[in-house]
């Protein structure tokens, strides 16, 4: 209640950015980038979301927890800064996300020409 939960937050940084560039790789590499990019987003904003709501339920039993000894306990830090966190992972994952893309696309552009010519 008066701390991050830093297991969440690393496997929030980690899992989400691997699925979505293995989710996005293969139709990048098939001339798909907007595909691939929808994927990949798609998998980084679904996880922080579903990180924030898993957040918002815990947040909730301890408060109702609370209420049920007697008592008023606020949680800190605050619901919105906890849910900042997982917002602002999936944003720069996001970012990753979209500057990989663009690399991936340069790549498969330019392998249509010959070495001399790139």
Not at 77 to 86: E, I, K, L, Q
């Amino acid at each position: 209640m008066d701390h991050l939960n830093w297991y969440w937050i690393w496997w929030s940084m980690t899992v989400p950015l691997v699925a979505g560039l293995s989710a996005a790789w293969p139709l990048w590499l098939k001339e798909q980038p907007i595909f691939g990019n929808l994927v990949g987003t798609g998998i980084t904003f679904g996880w922080g979301i579903a990180m924030i709501l898993r957040e918002h339920i815990e947040l909730d039993r301890i408060v109702q927890r609370c209420f049920a000894d007697g008592y008023v306990c606020f949680p800190t830090p605050s619901a919105f800064t906890r849910f900042a966190v997982y917002a602002f992972i999936a944003l720069i994952e996001t970012a990753i996300v979209f500057s990989v893309s663009l690399s991936v696309e340069n790549r498969v552009r330019r392998r249509g020409y010959a070495p001399e010519w790139r």
